[in-house]
């Protein structure tokens, strides 16, 4: 059995849609069970079905807004989303989800969970739908501002392996988010890591890509720097929105644009649905000893149920030791070239 | 008469739609005449009308994929592109628009028109279209990737003198691109320019704006370093292709999704002409002696005579003396403040 954790309390719709959408795992997924970390009072009246599911009583949540999160992880040890991320830790649980802040739980995670051997920093990696119908790893969304290239080669690493077990992608691709495709475009970091990526044996490397191919993009992951690739997340989120806002202003105007529009509504739903990251899961914190998956903090039981299913993925596909495999053959090998 | 240089043969269409704009301009505008920087006996079947435009003849084009835009403009000095710029060094014109390569016309403009007195960089400054229907100005999206903060006051400088004479915003707003709102987040270099924003007395300063809310902004002005901003502005691009794409496969499945597709035909041309920033015009490099306007290299002629109207408009309001008193007054209360 894989056992995963749930952070019930965390999340703009908590317990409600992560109990529910706990439920729709177990009855979905035959070899997981479930614990729910969160408040029983709160929790119980939403478990209608407490098959392979059970409460551990935590006290208190971690805010979204938090300014300082470390201290917030620290100071709130009994929090659902602290005893959650120990259970792992402890090899009480494999797994843990959380829709809770993201900042808290990245440093939450690494307060309590702890970075895997040899890896040197953290990354946390969204999966995002593309107009090519296949889904593209975008990373690093919120780790590390400012980082060295020989870090993002080892967050290549991670992305390309859980491409090839999660995704099932025979030779995933990399690409550098860049300004311009051409070698030699960006900045020092991007030059670094161009050079890095065209040298390492275990990256298939397809060079710079510009974020005006990113919904059609020539590669399964898209990697910068925790800046960059957050700018990049949040412009498309931002851009869909405000296309969505606009497409609805200009589909009802006039007489056959308001019949247009009611005709499409059933289309323009599922293109609706197409665009939401939910149905792919949530967002990997790569790096980590254990597997925490960060699901949107405005998901709803099927959003939830999806990331709970990605984490016993990820688990059944043992990944982390898989990375930590190529991890260390790149290691032997940089030595022998050294 | 305000004297634009309008560089013939740059651009995916030229000349044709680059004479074309021209002869539309002129029709438009009174205060104008053109002279038209190309090769004559390629330009003259184009041109129907000749009222206040004449032709000045050049040798070659700058390539679009140049790899090496300086040396291109110093070994191409009677190019169309460096001819025109050269006019407005040598006073002959007020203005010049090109849709040549970005990259050549930016490396161009430094060596032929030269930076304005006290500033330190250019940078280039598209405005785009917003779901709020009022505009917005984008920079740095492809000059420098790597700035100093107190540059980048200097280009907020030039932005708000710009919102204000052109695009009519009494109080110009300003904002920061960044990965969360709160003080304090971001690189080094945000934080910054942060408070140096914040402590400037000719900067409306609305503080971190996160790229989620790039199309409905909460200011006028989005600014970040020329890696940022050109990724923001490509990922809009790539966002809204993308989309478009994934629109156009929805709509037209199963037969009351035809017609509701049929039915809405005209109202998705508005959407699609409401998202070409097309109309607004040009992408402006500040901070030269002169005025250099870069229409998109896939403009057509409606695309081009909005360059050439934006420019005039800057000359007639005299928007680069305007900027220079900001940055004297500046320069004044730092000396004081120090």
Redesign the interface.
Known sequence: MIRIAVDAMGGDFAPKEQVEGAMRAIKAIDDIEIVLYGDEVTIRPFLSDDTRIRIVQSEGTIDMGE?DPIAAIRQNRNSSMAMALLSVRNNETDAIVSSGATQALIAGAHILVGRMKKMKRTAIAPVLP??LGKPLILLDT?GN??IKPEYMVQQAHFASVYAREILGVSTPRVGL?N?GT?EGK???LDRAVFDLFTANPHIAFVGNV???????PPCDVLISDG??A???M??????????G???RQ??S??F??K??????????K??KQ??AAEAIGGAMIYGLRGVVIKAQGSSKAFGFYNAIRQAAHVVRQDVIHKVGDVIEKDEVNNAKTA
């Open positions: 300014k593309t107009a919120g501002l400012e988010i300004i051409e960006g900045r020092e510009e974020p005006k191919d990113v919904l059609s800046f960059t957050n700018v990049v949040k412009t498309i989120e931002g851009t869909a929105k405000g296309m806002k606009m497409l200009e589909l105007k006039g056959l644009g019949i247009g529009l009611l005709l499409s509504m059933r289309n323009l599922r293109f197409r665009m």
